[in-house]
């Protein structure tokens, strides 16, 4: 379990300082993270992710995230362009929270999450159910 152990390692240091602000950004991520593993266990969904990136002009950003450099910061706005504000308020909605909430959560989360879920620097092919299920178990 040692990349899911990374990634729980992560994203738990990136609540702590996230944009979210301290605990009450844990449980706000802790309850937007089954919504985006949800979200990336559909299929197509990396494709859809990589042509949102593209779409915003924020590839790069995209990018940094996969390589074995620095990531990148991406704003809530960011967020919302890539993902699209109504999918953005779905996720929010689903976690209990609004569209600013969800968007400043992803903004500090998606960074954390694509680096982990990349250890290669390229995305995953096929199928990420069972990786992303594992994952999710990390925050119950």
């Known amino acids: ?3 899911l152990d990374q990634i729980g390692g ?3 240091g990136a ?9 009450a950004g844990g449980g706000l991520v802790a309850a937007l993270l089954p919504q985006v593993l949800a979200m990336l266990r559909q299929p ?8 949102g990136f593209r779409s915003a002009g924020l ?4 990018q940094s995230w996969l390589g074995n450099g620095q990531n990148l910061p991406i704003s809530a706005d960011q967020v919302k362009q890539v993902l ?6 779905d996720l929010g909605a689903r976690a209990g ?3 600013s909430e969800a968007s400043n959560a992803l903004a500090g989360m998606l960074p954390q999450l694509i680096d ?8 995953p092919q096929g199928d990420l159910g069972a990786t992303l299920s594992s994952l999710g178990s990390l925050f119950k």
């Open 1 to 3: 379990m040692g990349l």
């Open 10 to 12: 992560a994203l738990g």
């Open 15 to 23: 609540l702590g300082q996230g944009q979210s602000g301290g605990a």
């Open 44 to 51: 197509g969904a990396l494709d859809n992710l990589v042509n």
């Open 59 to 62: 590839e790069n950003v995209l």
């Open 84 to 89: 699209g504000s109504g999918n953005v308020a």
């Open 97 to 99: 929270v609004n569209e």
């Open 116 to 123: 982990k879920l990349t250890p290669n620097g390229q995305l």
